[in-house]
């Protein structure tokens, strides 16, 4: 399944150029790129949340010593696109391949490459290609074709019995949530921003309903929905309501939904893969005409720690 997702902060573009990369890892043996240990490596961006949702369902299965990951700087080139410079804690360099910039790895596969160098990327280290750079099918591939080396093959982010819950959830979170606030980010106009942040609202209240009856967005059981939307909410006040002029209502106005957000940020595996440092050297000092004078705002000062049990406001049901 593919997003809509812009290609980068730094353009608005409703539609991407296609992506050429995407092959599959796969567990079946014979296969050009087989599920084995330590052959593939993810890069990614702390501060994108396509590239972070890779990165959490690693961590979720226990696969941290089974695929590398390295993170590019968090500021965005407009010319170069994405460095491995080390300005910022936390940037890892390229430990493979020892570029300077995430397309020289686009151009070092395909010459002649002219789509959009985005994060994440899932690099073969044996075969010395990019496998693929859809962060949809990335996450599919970490939650079943490496459970022989998995710590935990029993978690299963899509499971069956749930897919086309998650399928229906997936598609309208991307349209109006996840790629809804860059609509209203990079609006050139007050009736298409208007437009879009209407339908964000709307479709943020709808959430909050989900999950005034439900723990997570398909039922009682974490799945990949829940993820797909989580990397956007864990922003979403830091940066989307007053950068991309998402301000109706915080998150932290959503009793169930800001229950959930923490909720989920209290889970070592997905907390530590957000670094609020990144997220807001993306999105403040990377956009020149948004932000010309690329200033990193302080605040907000914000605890994410749940503090208690999770309860459903709607039916003072606890969770716990």
């Excluded at 997936?170 to 990079?186: E, H, L, P, Q, T």
Aim: contains cysteine; negative net charge.
């Amino acid at each position: 399944m593919a997003d809509s997702a812009p290609g980068s902060v730094l353009q608005n573009k409703e539609k991407r150029k296609p992506r050429t990369f995407r092959d599959f890892v796969s567990s079946k043996e014979g296969s050009t790129f087989l599920a084995e240990p330590n052959r593939y490596h993810l890069y990614i961006s702390h501060g994108c949340p396509w590239a972070n949702r890779t990165v959490i369902v690693r961590n979720l299965k226990g696969l941290e010593d089974v695929i590398s990951c390295d993170v590019v700087d968090p500021a965005l080139n407009s010319e170069t696109g994405w460095s491995f410079e080390k300005s910022y804690p936390g940037t890892t360099g390229d430990t493979v391949n020892g570029a300077k910039l995430l397309r020289e790895l686009y151009f070092k596969v395909e010459p002649d490459y002219e789509g959009s160098f985005t994060v994440p990327v899932l690099w073969d280290k044996k075969l010395n290609t990019i496998v693929n750079n859809e962060s949809a099918e990335i996450m599919r591939m970490l939650n079943t074709e490496f459970n022989a080396f998995a710590k935990h093959p029993e978690l299963d982010l899509y499971p069956e019995s749930l897919r086309s819950t998650i399928d229906e959830i997936n598609a309208w979170v991307n349209d109006y949530i996840n790629s809804g606030v860059y609509r209203c980010g990079f609006a050139k106009a007050q009736q298409p921003y208007e437009t879009s942040c209407k339908a964000l609202f709307e479709h943020l209240d709808k959430v909050e309903q989900i999950l005034s009856q439900n723990r997570y967005l398909a039922g009682e059981q974490l799945t990949e929905a829940d993820i797909r939307l989580w990397t956007t909410a864990i922003r979403f006040d830091v940066a989307y309501y007053s950068h991309f002029k998402c301000n109706v209502r915080r998150l932290a106005d959503y009793p169930n939904l800001w229950a959930w957000t923490r909720e989920l940020y209290a889970m070592p595996e997905l907390r530590r893969t957000v670094d609020f440092v990144h997220i807001k050297g993306l999105y403040y000092e990377s956009n020149g005409i948004m932000n010309p004078y690329r200033i990193v705002p302080l605040g907000p000062d914000i605890d994410f720690s749940l503090g208690e049990p999770r309860r459903l406001t709607k039916i003072g049901t606890q969770i716990s």
